[in-house]
């Protein structure tokens, strides 16, 4: 926000815009400001041309889409950008300039130096940093690093390694389309051709569908997911390595983490420490065998965690396992781009 | 074999007998040895009372299935026994002595000093010390060690860190059938109630559904997975630590691997290791974004091997990252048991 906006700001409901209204993550936005009663004087839906004139239900009411354009910006107070990152790049510094503030979902900002990443368990403070754009993490980083940001706080964390189990949903509504189009082909014999995704998904997982950096060896969502780690922990220098792959899940991701601490921390204490940390679930119940699923992450706000055992392999004790399951489109985009709404706005 | 049957071996064409012949890995091991061109006088087919009279196709002909019992075992050579712990416990050492050498599937005898636990193309010498049976070693043992064996034989390997993708076959052929009728099911918006696993398994995962061990945390397939890795490597303080995880795959396993070396080795050098090593495919397209996975594995005898590059979070550069697909009824269990008698009868 301007400071002009700024400090009419508090006299007034905002004005709020989702750039990207009709994708995956823009509907879910539309569903946690509704279900999360926020204040709003006007919802704005805006998308690309070929979406103007869609209605959407918001609160009872129909809403037509706009199209994304300087001009369908003015006047907004906060604008939830999720249309990709070339429009990111090119609507975002225009709707600044009309005196919102943005909260983007997009990869385009989230490592400049200058945009504050934000999970608001962990790092709210950052948001006071802000110069009208405020990034909104990777969903791998947001879902591994809300509950292992309370243990960090107990023991720091030195290493994490990390391996995924990504949803569709991470690609697009079109992706969780294509994962059930193609499972029914499948299911009945049909050939069906990937359009979507690279690789067949019906029963299958494959390594995560971004550039691979051929010095290095780790693909674009890694490489994400590895910086914003340490962005939003404010540590520069922590070390973490990621393997993303994607499963034939609809929605919710789930990670297994194997973590190095600074001295050893007891799964008991770690399970204490979880259960009483904001955005997190514990569901380890190793008597029923039950852990963290999909299934039940699916549409619910919480990151679970469960599978939290000292790593026997490390003879220092310092070393714990977990796995955690967290909504790829609630916390792991529109739930945590809502929260930071939510504080702009206190 | 008893030293009588060992005389008279090298004579004769062995007679054969699989146990369990009507599961998922007794069907397999069946296409297996046609598919080899296993030399053998006769095919026994064994399975319990309710399967007896039951047909199945072997070289063209039809094999009727007999009741495994005492009798049913006189006069083989060969038993390749996966009908579960229980049956061999009761009667693998009843083959033993009527004369067979038994190749056991199941983990009754894995962890036995006396029995052999052997993946041919890494430890084929300790088939020489074996006492009448022969373990074959659990699924995500024998596809994470035949592409970490000649690894080590380069580097010698300190730890593995492991997180498992793994299929519905682990758990025979009624889970397969459980997964592709629980996914036709939510497609159609029907409900289903899971009846062979104890989660649904249309579009979920879950940690896998083995007793865990209330005092290290770790599941039952985890610790013999750990456990076997070392005995199949013959080193006993190897430090291992899985995280075992059920995908909705149908019959090939995924197994996301870190380890730590005790000298560095290149990504390149470890490609180069691993082209020239029996039983494992490279597949590590960067440029194409092609790796490992299920479907490309499933069917197939290599495991194949991708994602091979130095893991970042290790400053002393000692540490590889390596994805791997293995199908888990062929190499994972019916394959690595007829390589075993195909050795045994040379």
């Known amino acids: 926000m301007s400071s002009n906006a700024e400090t009419t700001r508090n006299k007034k409901i905002p004005v709020v815009a989702i750039a990207g209204a009709t994708g995956a993550v823009g509907v879910e936005l539309m569903a946690c400001l509704e279900q999360r009663k926020f204040p709003l004087a006007e919802l704005r839906l805006l998308a690309s041309a070929r979406s103007v004139g869609k209605k959407m239900k918001f609160r009872g009411n129909d809403v037509s889409v706009q199209e994304l354009t300087d001009k369908s910006l003015e006047g907004v107070d906060i604008a939830l950008f999720s249309a990709g990152g070339a429009q990111s790049k090119r609507f975002a510094p225009a709707a600044v300039k009309a005196g919102a503030v943005v909260v983007d979902n997009s990869s385009a900002f989230r490592m400049d130096p200058n945009t504050p990443l934000v999970v608001p368990e962990i790092n709210s403070g950052e948001l006071a940093n802000h110069h009208g754009i405020i990034a909104n993490p990777n ?5 591994a690093a809300t509950p292992l940001w309370p243990i960090h706080q107990k023991r720091r964390i030195k290493r994490i390694v990390m391996a995924t189990y990504q949803a569709a949903s991470g690609a697009g509504a079109a992706a969780m389309e294509e994962l059930s189009e193609s499972t029914r082909a499948y ?33 674009e969502e890694e490489t994400k997911v590895m910086q914003e780690c340490r962005k939003i922990f404010g540590v520069p220098d922590l070390r973490v390595s990621a393997t993303c792959v994607r499963v034939p899940v609809l929605r919710a991701h789930c990670i297994s983490l194997n973590i190095e601490l600074e001295a050893p921390l007891s799964p008991a204490e770690a399970r204490e420490v979880l259960s009483r940390a904001p955005g997190v679930r514990v569901v380890d119940d190793m008597e029923k065998n039950y852990f963290p699923m999909p299934v039940d992450a699916s549409g619910k706000d919480d990151v679970l965690v469960g599978r939290i055992r000292t790593d026997v392999s490390d003879p220092t004790g310092c070393s714990l396992s977990l796995f955690v399951a967290g909504d790829q489109l609630r916390k792991g985009a529109a739930l945590n781009a809502v929260q930071i709404a939510e504080r702009l706005i206190r």
Chains 1, 2 share one sequence.
Do not use: M, W
Request: hydrophobic share 35%.
């Open 139 to 143: 969903c791998v980083a947001i879902v």
């Open 187 to 219: 299911l009945e014999g049909r050939p069906f051709q990937p359009k979507v995704l690279p690789h067949p998904y019906a029963f299958n997982v494959f390594s995560h569908n971004t550039r691979v950096d051929p010095e290095t060896g780790y693909n």
